[in-house]
């Protein structure tokens, strides 16, 4: 029979993880973190800086809730050797659909698990990886997908799990990362954490 344990706890405000987690059954709970996303690069390795930000707000939760699991996340998207964050303005979420229009970019989700206790911490992290392909855009198309206001709040300029999806020709990789949590690392790490994952 499974162990009782206590929820997870989602260090991230945004709505997509914690759907991600909904849909699995996996409870948690959610409390934002109290650190910002550092864009600095890491000499041409995003996965690093993608895990840093992800263990960065982990930390700064686990500390103040001793003996909990907590799970922080990172998602960041690469054109070419460009990192793509989350745009500003509706002009710069145009720039970056034309970016990616008719080309693959990779999408990268760092993710770290964090438990402090007895003073020490436990911490772990990861990243997963997935390709993504664009099929060509129109000039109309890309204004009236901006207008829509989706792209305002995500890495690269679009959501997958949304009218997004339209602009996708295809992936190779895990879904669920582009969205913003790779659901099976997830896991796979919560089970050497001793997490009993609920079927």
């Known amino acids: ?22 849909q699995a059954g996996i409870p948690f709970e959610v409390v934002l973190p109290k650190t910002a996303e550092d864009s600095q690069e890491e000499g041409g ?4 800086g993608a895990k840093r930000n992800a263990l960065r707000k982990a930390r700064s939760v686990s500390r103040d809730r001793p003996g909990r699991i907590v799970v ?9 050797s460009e990192v793509l964050g989350k ?25 770290a698990l964090s438990r402090w206790e007895d003073g020490q911490a436990e911490e772990e992290t990861s990243y997963e990886r997935t390709v993504v392909s664009f099929k060509q855009l129109g000039k109309s198309e890309i204004h009236a997908y901006v207008a829509s206001g989706e792209p305002l709040d995500k890495a690269g300029g679009y959501g997958i799990q949304g009218k997004g999806a339209c602009l996708v020709q295809g992936i190779r990789g895990c879904y669920f990362n582009v969205v913003g949590l790779p659901l099976y690392r997830l ?13």
């Open 1 to 22: 029979m499974p162990r009782l344990l206590l929820p997870l706890i989602l260090a991230s405000g945004s709505p997509r993880r914690a759907d991600i987690l909904r």
């Open 187 to 199: 896991c796979d790490m919560l089970k050497r954490w001793d997490y009993d994952i609920p079927w």
């Open 87 to 111: 745009p500003g303005t509706r002009k710069e979420a145009v720039a970056m659909l034309e970016k990616l229009s008719g080309r693959d970019h990779i999408v990268i989700t760092g993710i």
């Open 45 to 48: 390795r995003p996965w690093l």
């Open 72 to 80: 922080g996340a990172d998602t960041m998207v690469v054109c070419g």
